[in-house]
């Protein structure tokens, strides 16, 4: 780029475009490391995963008198990890690596830990502890990707703000049990 120029120059843009093409969305301006942003992305894939098998077991075990708004609850955090995770899986093949579903590992993969709880306040907070464990690491994933893979970033930063909510729903449920 020339000194001042706010934009590389029209040819210099051009070139670079046609070359290795068979690359598709990942061009010679993507700056992060990509097997760094693979592994982080598939880590995120894993724990979303973990949190639709968390979230299920839970929405089908919810028992009591409380147990129907709760349930409902839960069950709309599955669906939205599940679509987190589909998100997810799409920006890995976009960047030309694999989203790795391998059931073996899942746990460790994983941020999130899957812990299936006995009553239905020990499934809430564990569901709180593991939305504040992806809040954190998300944080992490969305400072290493910056500038320089601003589209990942972006996905991550949604994310992470359905997870806040996620949070402060089931703290906000665990306050109402509390109150009962
Ligand atoms: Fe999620
Ligand atoms: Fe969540």
Redesign the pocket.
């Known amino acids: 780029m020339k000194e001042g120029a706010f934009l590389s120059d029209i040819q210099t843009l051009r070139r670079r475009a046609r070359e290795h093409i068979a690359q598709g969305a990942v061009t010679p301006g993507y700056h992060a490391d990509r097997d760094t942003a693979l592994r982080l992305l598939n880590e995120a894939l894993a724990t979303e995963i973990l ?1 639709v098998l968390r979230y299920k077991r839970h929405y089908f075990m919810a028992k009591g008198i409380h147990a129907e708004g709760v349930a409902a609850e839960f069950l709309e ?1 599955a669906n ?2 599940q679509q987190h995770a589909d998100q997810i899986a799409a920006r890995l093949v976009q960047l030309g690596g694999e989203p790795d579903f391998n059931p073996e590992g899942l746990t460790s993969r994983s941020h999130a830990e899957y812990v299936e709880g006995d009553t239905l306040e020990d499934m809430i907070r564990e569901d709180l502890v593991a ?1 504040r464990i ?1 809040i954190d690491s998300y944080k992490e994933i969305i400072l290493y990707l910056g500038d320089k893979d601003p589209t990942s970033r972006r996905l991550m930063e949604d994310i992470l703000a ?2 806040e909510e ?1 949070a402060d729903d089931m703290a906000n449920l665990l306050e109402d049990l509390g109150r009962h």
């Open positions: 949190c955090h939205d990890e939305e992806a359905t997870e996620h």
